[in-house]
C-alpha cells in the first residue's frame, strides 16, 4: 500500500503541478484582461488632456497676435505723426524767414484768440483732405487733440532791426487719439530757426 500511495501521491503531485502551471498562466491572462480594462478610457482621457494644453497654446497665439497688431497699428501711427510734424517744420525753413510772417503763417487756430495761420490751416487740413493732419490721424478733429505750434522765445519778440534778429526755438506737438481704446496719443518735436 505504500508503494502503491506513494505512486497516487506522485501522480497528483504532478497533476497538481500541471494545474499549478495552468492556473499561472490563467492567472496571468487574467491579470492581463484586469490591466486591459483598467486602461480603457486612458487614450481617451490622454487625447482630451493633449487637446486642452493645444487650445491653451492656440488661445495663447491669438492673443499675442492680437497684441501684435495693435502695437504695428500703433506704431504706423506715430510714424504718421512724425512726418507730419517733420512735413510742418519742414515748410518753417523753406518759408520766408521773417518774425511777422512765422506769426501770421504759422500760428495755430487756437492761441491767444488768434485766426490761424494760413500754412498751419492747410497743414491741418480737414477729414477729407489726403495728407492732412485730420485726414491722417484719427481722433483729430477740429476742437479735439489738435496740434500745437509752441515758440520759445515768442516770435514777436524777434521783430527788431538787424540782420539775423533772434534765434527761435519751435516745438510742434501732435496729438491723436487711439482707434483700440480712443487714448490719446502724442509726437512732439523741436527746431531752431534765426529770424530775420
Given amino acids: 500500500m505504500d508503494a502503491y500511495a506513494c505512486v497516487i501521491r506522485q501522480s497528483l503531485l504532478a497533476h497538481h503541478k500541471g494545474a499549478d502551471m495552468k492556473s499561472r498562466q490563467f492567472l496571468r491572462r487574467a491579470s492581463r ?3 486591459h480594462r483598467l486602461q480603457r478610457g486612458m487614450l481617451l482621457i490622454e487625447a482630451l488632456c493633449a ?3 493645444f ?3 492656440v488661445l495663447g497665439l491669438v492673443g499675442l497676435q492680437a497684441s501684435t497688431i495693435s502695437q504695428s497699428s500703433d506704431a504706423k501711427l506715430r510714424s504718421a505723426a512724425a ?3 517733420d512735413q510742418l517744420i519742414n515748410q518753417m525753413w523753406v518759408s520766408n524767414r521773417a518774425a511777422l510772417t512765422y506769426t501770421t503763417v ?10 490761424p495761420g494760413a500754412l498751419y490751416t492747410a497743414w491741418l487740413g480737414s477729414a477729407t483732405t489726403p495728407g492732412s493732419v485730420m485726414a491722417t490721424l484719427p481722433g483729430v478733429t477740429a476742437t479735439t487733440n489738435l496740434p500745437t505750434v509752441t515758440w520759445a522765445p515768442a516770435v514777436a519778440g524777434c521783430a527788431s532791426s538787424g540782420i539775423i534778429t533772434c534765434t527761435s526755438s519751435v516745438t510742434v506737438t501732435v496729438n491723436w487719439a487711439s482707434p483700440h481704446d480712443g487714448t490719446v496719443h502724442s509726437y512732439t518735436t523741436s527746431a531752431q530757426f534765426s529770424l530775420y
Fill in 33 to 35: 484582461l484586469a490591466a
Fill in 51 to 53: 487637446i486642452l494644453i
Fill in 55 to 57: 487650445s491653451f497654446g
Fill in 83 to 85: 512726418q507730419l510734424a
Fill in 106 to 115: 504759422f500760428q495755430p487756430a487756437f492761441a491767444s484768440g488768434s485766426t
